[in-house]
């Protein structure tokens, strides 16, 4: 059941894997939530699964608004408390030059700040970015980790061009303007980030969403598909509450890294060959062998000493992904959903 109502909040990317979660969550919670889909005039896209949810039918309200138009987000944002800005457009492919998808990330993400200035109600933002905002650049050593000190370097993605590297440009450069806007007194508008790494968990959207099937590489037969050789996880539950609470601390500051696991892609295949014995895991020798970006471990202390604590492990994560795949028909083995 609902608590008693917390107030108005908007949830930009409602459809996609965390943004619906994080509606579910925030329904769930007591919260009442805008959310924004992208302009669909001819109603092909079902968002059933969004407007079916608890509590949505009184408490869910559906905006069309598109980056590349910031203006179009206004609506959504009238009247409300807080925002979440999930919405990212997803090139790893680099469809499009980067520098095009940059602009209009950033260029819609400060149009968003500035709705949330002009309408006089909105007290914070919490802005999702991404580990590859932290760690895409060289280094030798990282030691324990790195934690919000640590920046990716442009510079060094548009040389090198790793996988996903355009994607990584826009995320670290619309975080580092979004930070910026908020620093900016004048503006009255309190801006903080939560920095996620690969999500993994259930699903309420339709499609399998590509973080999971990243996570969920080894059982879905697409080893050609892997380009790292070890991962920074989260399960999509934790990310989401780690959301609530940037939104409901009384001061939080800046950059939250939200990364409490870190397994190469041979311990992946360990837990995942005891998990689910059934399925025909790569050999560990075979994984050795795989050459791949290593990405080095993000340092959540500053998150828990804000009072968040992490309730998934490792297995909770790969369980509920697992389980989710076979109720909707990506995994197809009957006896792993038990």
Not at 14 to 22: E, R, Y
Not at 95 to 108: A, S
Not at 257 to 281: D, G, K, W
């Amino acid at each position: 059941m609902a608590q008693e109502n917390k107030g108005r909040v908007c949830v930009t990317g409602g459809t996609g894997f965390l943004g619906s979660w994080l509606i579910k969550t925030l329904l769930e919670d007591g919260y009442t939530v805008n959310t924004t889909v992208r302009f669909d005039p001819k109603r092909k896209r079902d968002i059933s699964y969004l407007t079916n949810l608890p509590n949505a039918s009184e408490n869910l309200k559906v905006f069309n608004a598109d980056l590349s138009k910031p203006e179009s987000f206004k609506e959504a944002i009238q009247d409300c408390i807080g925002v979440f800005h999930v919405a990212s457009p997803i090139d790893f492919e680099v469809n499009e030059p980067e520098e095009t998808v940059t602009k209009r990330t950033i260029d819609g993400a400060l149009g968003i700040l500035e709705a949330c200035k002009d309408s006089k109600t909105v007290k914070r933002v919490v802005y999702t970015s991404s580990g590859s905002a932290v760690c895409c650049k060289e280094y030798e050593d990282e030691g324990d980790g790195f934690d919000e000190s640590s920046w990716s370097d442009v510079d060094f993605l548009r040389k090198v061009k790793p996988f996903g590297w355009s994607y990584a440009v826009s995320k670290t450069l619309t975080e580092k303007a979004m930070l910026e806007f908020g620093e900016n007194n004048d503006n009255g508008l309190e801006v903080v980030s939560l920095i996620a790494p690969l999500i993994v968990g259930p699903f309420i959207c339709p499609k399998l969403p590509d973080s999971v099937e990243k996570g969920l590489v080894l059982l879905l037969g697409n080893k050609d598909k892997i380009s790292i050789t070890n991962f920074h996880m989260v399960h999509v539950d934790d990310v989401t509450r780690a959301h609530i609470l940037l939104l409901e601390h009384p001061n939080p500051k800046g950059r939250y890294n939200c990364s409490p696991f870190s397994i190469s892609i041979e311990e992946m295949a360990q837990i995942l060959s005891v998990m689910y014995p059934e399925f025909e895991i790569p050999p560990i020798d075979e994984l050795k062998e795989i050459k791949g970006f290593k990405l080095p471990r993000l340092i959540s202390n500053k998150l828990i000493e804000a009072g968040f604590e992490f309730k998934n492990n490792i297995q909770d994560m790969f369980k509920d992904a697992v389980e989710c795949c076979v109720d909707k028909g990506f995994l197809s083995d009957p006896s792993i959903s038990n």
